[in-house]
């Protein structure tokens, strides 16, 4: 009978592991998939709010008869596409650093690891 630490996880062909100073992962390979898929659920995600964020911009402007939809539609992709690369990291930054302290998270302790 193998030990906890000596054991094989998920799948054989997986990745090795085996605790002796926390969690050590030889190998990411096996998990590409799921970064990828991720990626492409993310973006799939982004662009979901980012037409329901354009189509309450737009709405009152088309039903009034002020532009056609699709001028819209092409005022709106410029401005989506703008608004992402000028300010998309400063968004990312403020995520990353100033919503949550991560220093009050340790790892290596139960308490500390969520």
Excluded: H
């Excluded at 592991?17 to 898929?37: C, H, P």
């Amino acid at each position: 009978m193998s030990s906890f630490a000596e054991a094989s996880w998920p799948l054989p062909g997986g990745p090795e592991w085996a605790v002796s100073n926390g969690l050590q992962i030889t190998t990411t390979d096996f998990y590409l998939w799921a970064v990828i898929l991720g990626g492409i659920l993310s973006f799939t995600m982004a662009w979901g709010i980012g037409a329901n964020d354009v189509a309450n911009a737009f709405a009152t402007s088309v039903g009034a008869g002020s532009i056609s939809l699709g001028w819209a539609c092409v005022i709106a992709s410029c401005m989506e596409f703008l608004g992402a690369l000028l300010l998309g990291s400063r968004v990312t930054e403020l995520v990353r650093k100033s919503i949550i302290d991560v220093s009050y998270f340790d790892p290596t302790t139960p308490e500390g690891a969520l």
